[in-house]
T-cell receptor, first 114, second 114 residues
Framework: GESVGLHLPTLSVQEGDNSIINCAYSNSASDYFIWYKQESGKGPQFIIDIRSNMDKRQGQRVTVLLNKTVKHLSLQIAATQPGDSAVYFCAENIFEEYGNKLVFGAGTILRVKS | DSGVTQTPKHLITATGQRVTLRCSPR?????VYWYQQSLDQGLQFLIQ???????AKGNILERFSAQQFPDLHSELNLSSLELGDSALYFC?????????????FGEGSRLTVL
């Protein structure tokens, strides 16, 4: 079935360093991808999205890269801060006949060391 | 605050019982999504409703059902509960039936089945 997976379950970085979280997706027909951040005890929160007609999109301290050739997505966080510690999910939008669903990856834990 | 409200926040019940989880979407959002998040699991899509109609279905068990009411709030009914149903259940909303923008997630309902 559909699946979106992550390469690294846990990533530890030093405060101030850049973080890169990777994700592989399986549905080559997907045309929309989103990164979500989930802090402990909270619901997922939107970080950044990208459509398949783009290969890069930048936000505030975050950049998403999309490589459709190898079906790979990455999230780069610049100057990582302690507040960035959370679980990060990539998600792939799959359209169905009358609706759609976001298929989420397993998640990567980001730990920021001070 | 995402604007999505879920009740109850916590629920403890016994195997074989039935529970109802409630979700109020963001004002103006017509689409509601339900997700299940178990320990060590990612977010599993259950079902999507748009303006009262079911639009997309994921890995939702037959013991589970959902509906969206005319006022757009949604309920997820879980019956014949099993230990394995213990999880966080998230509701999310969006303005579109076909995902074009982000999903806004509630804080979740934590279900514990004993």
């Amino acid at each position: 079935g559909e699946s979106v997976g992550l390469h690294l379950p846990t990533l530890s970085v030093q405060e101030g360093d850049n973080s890169i979280i990777n994700c592989a997706y399986s549905n080559s027909a997907s045309d929309y991808f989103i990164w979500y951040k989930q802090e402990s005890g909270k619901g997922p929160q939107f970080i950044i999205d990208i459509r398949s007609n783009m290969d890069k999109r930048q936000g505030q301290r975050v950049t998403v890269l999309l490589n459709k050739t190898v079906k790979h997505l990455s999230l780069q966080i610049a100057a990582t801060q302690p507040g960035d510690s959370a679980v990060y999910f990539c998600a792939e939008n799959i359209f169905e006949e009358y609706g759609n669903k976001l298929v989420f990856g397993a998640g990567t834990i980001l730990r920021v060391k001070s | 605050d995402s604007g999505v409200t879920q009740t109850p926040k916590h629920l403890i019940t016994a195997t074989g019982q039935r529970v109802t989880l409630r979700c109020s979407p963001r004002s103006g959002d017509l689409s509601v999504y339900w997700y299940q998040q178990s320990l060590d699991q990612g977010l599993q899509f259950l079902i999507q409703y748009y303006n009262g109609e079911e639009r997309a279905k994921g890995n939702i068990l037959e013991r589970f059902s959902a509906q969206q009411f005319p006022d757009l709030h949604s309920e997820l009914n879980l019956s014949s509960l099993e230990l394995g149903d213990s999880a966080l259940y998230f509701c999310a909303s969006s303005s579109s039936g076909a995902l074009v923008g982000e999903l806004f997630f509630g804080e979740g309902s934590r279900l514990t089945v004993l």
